[in-house]
């Protein structure tokens, strides 16, 4: 890893400290959990907010999420050493494993399906079989009845079409080949040799003390949300059913780069899951799937990894596979925080012109929220600069001015150009005792509420 990626990496992390606490409430989430790594090892490991939100239990950094199509990677992974045994080949049909796999219609035929399109979602069949398991909570238990010519949507192989139901049919071709259950082979190969200790493959009997509730989105015109009920997965385990925290699924996205110590596949079978296989719908076409994880390219270094959505719980984490450096995102309700903020600390890592902040750094009391009539702007340092933005915003890196030292505590606004106050001064005003209260900006006093 090199220097400007350190200093970029320091430097997202006093953003976060500063941002966060005010940017979920804006955002209306009850409690975010945030994991900057490298190497599996967690340099940032925070959260904000809450657990609970009646009780006013605050989230922990060990806290538990349910983090759904997560899952597809540890399923993908199965596979993969599966194939390294040589138990199966990823191009084999489906049918040959699951013989219950056929039907055909005038679209296609789904015993010409194989077992790298289920991964890479390319086998054509309908996103979540017709149980509304998502609406009522109750997941299939035996997905022999669910394969039919109704499966069908398009032709296998012939476009990227998302399904949680093919990853379903990997969790069945799991525990057919590895005469296991799906969960005891997850443990037995992934889990436990990747020291895994707070990860489960689906919803335990007993819940875990750390997992915390799952909360509606806010309504309009709804005043109290719901709290979702934590249900098992059973069959849909192997796209769906997952439960972890940011902590370990840091140690497990470490372990798919290429040369990590340590591994539970080989770097043959690692390569073959971060090829894309097809593009996607997201961001114009930039992401790609792989085998079980998506595939962004940002300042030449591959990012693989995957969201996941679950009841009240949306998630997103990723890794660099050159840096090995991993970010991951959780949050206790259906927002989409967690891929924004996910999106945004990679891009301010890797795409902040570290040069720009050379010089002595400048102390942290600067750092704080404002607040004016206008709104709530978030004031961070960075090396030898201030940084200003809107608590509100997406991404700092794109809304934020830079602000050059030019005496004692004032600073004068670099843009060169916008709506805002290029050229104009920031000055901090201090309380008798020598804390700083307030800043006078152009458009007036903005106080210090953080």
């Not at 993908?76 to 191009?91: A, F, N, Y």
């Amino acid at each position: 890893m090199n220097d400007k990626t350190k200093f970029n990496i320091k430097s997202v992390c006093e953003i976060l400290d500063v941002w966060i606490p005010l940017k979920i409430q804006y955002s209306n989430v009850p409690g975010v959990n945030i994991c900057i790594a490298h190497n599996g090892n967690p340099i940032y490991l925070k959260s904000f907010g809450y657990q609970n939100l009646k009780k006013k239990i605050e989230l922990n950094k060990n806290s538990l999420f349910r983090i759904a199509s997560h899952s597809k990677m540890f399923t993908s992974v199965g596979i993969m050493q599966l194939q390294e045994k040589g138990k199966l080949k990823i191009d084999d049909k489906v049918n040959k494993y699951l013989d219950w796999v056929k039907g055909e219609n005038k679209v296609s035929n789904n015993k010409n399906i194989t077992i790298r399109q289920l991964m890479s979602h390319q086998s054509g069949m309908f996103r979540d079989g017709k149980t509304h398991h998502w609406s009522n909570h109750k997941f299939p238990n035996n997905l022999k009845n669910t394969i039919s010519e109704e499966s069908i949507i398009f032709e296998n192989g012939s476009t990227f079409k998302y399904s949680n139901h093919a990853y379903a049919l990997l969790g069945a071709i799991i525990e057919k080949v590895s005469n296991q259950k799906y969960d005891d082979y997850m443990y037995e190969s992934i889990i436990n040799p990747l020291n895994l200790s707070s990860t489960y493959p689906d919803l335990p009997d007993e819940v875990p003390d750390d997992l915390g509730f799952g909360y509606e989105r806010v309504i309009p015109g709804k005043l109290n949300r719901e709290i979702f009920d934590h249900s098992k997965t059973y069959a849909y385990a192997s796209a769906t059913g997952f439960i972890s925290n940011s902590a370990d699924i840091a140690k497990f996205l470490s372990s798919l780069c290429l040369d990590t110590e340590y591994s539970v596949i080989n770097r043959e079978s690692k390569k073959e899951m971060i090829k894309s296989h097809g593009f996607t719908d997201r961001k114009n076409g930039k992401i790609g799937y792989g085998l079980g994880v998506d595939i962004e390219t940002i300042d030449n270094d591959i990012i693989v990894g995957h969201g996941g959505g679950y009841p009240g719980f949306i998630t997103r984490s990723r890794t660099s596979i050159n840096d090995n450096l991993q970010v991951i995102v959780f949050t206790n309700t259906n927002s989409i925080l967690a891929s924004e903020l996910n999106d945004s600390i990679f891009e301010i890592i890797y795409n902040t012109k570290s040069n720009l902040f050379e010089g002595s750094n400048l102390k942290k009391d600067y750092n704080g929220i404002y607040r004016s009539r206008w709104g709530d702007m978030a004031i961070v340092s960075i090396g030898s600069k201030l940084v200003s933005f809107s608590a509100e915003s997406k991404n700092p890196l794109y809304d934020w001015s830079i602000h050059n030292k030019f005496n004692i505590d004032t600073f004068v606004n670099t843009d060169k150009l916008g709506y805002g106050s290029p050229g104009e001064k920031l000055t901090f005003n201090k309380s008798s005792d020598q804390k700083i209260e307030s800043v006078t900006t152009s458009s007036g006093i903005m106080n210090k509420i953080k």
